[in-house]
């Protein structure tokens, strides 16, 4: 019932930064979480950042320890959109980078099964 396509993917130097946005689809957009994932060649799948809702319209933002400070995301609910705000890139970031969506993540936000909905990626490289 939701799709999600991201953008904003590319090449950048060490130091730059990127915006990616997800566009998703749906009606009740506004109630779910929405994620960003990662995952770099030979490794597993990591949490990068989520803002889950609150009721109404409160959110709340958690952040890998490795982003923290670097990424931010945001929403806009008028678009169905959600943005992931990349800066001070590391070559460590470089990965293809998933939106996520979930109806309730709950407490294990962090854990990719936790959410129904997945984009497709959008690459990320940065170079030294």
């Known amino acids: 019932q939701v799709q999600l396509v991201e953008s904003g993917g590319g090449l950048v130097q060490a130091g730059g930064s990127l915006r990616l946005s997800c566009a998703a689809s749906g009606r009740t957009f506004s109630s779910y979480d929405m994620g960003w994932f990662r995952q770099a060649p030979g490794k597993e799948r990591e949490f990068v950042t989520v803002?889950?809702?609150?009721?109404?319209?409160?959110?709340?933002?958690y952040y890998a320890d490795s982003v923290k400070g670097r990424f931010t995301i945001s929403r806009d609910n008028a678009k169905n959109a959600v943005y992931l705000q990349m800066n001070s890139l590391k070559t460590e970031d470089t990965a293809v980078y998933y939106c996520?969506?979930?109806?309730?993540?709950?407490?294990?936000?962090?854990?990719?099964?936790?959410?129904?909905?997945w984009g497709q990626g959008t690459q990320v490289t940065v170079s030294s």
């Open positions: 803002i889950r809702w609150g009721g109404r319209s409160t959110y709340y933002t």
């Open positions: 996520a969506a979930g109806e309730a993540v709950g407490d294990y936000y962090y854990t990719s099964r936790r959410y129904d909905y």
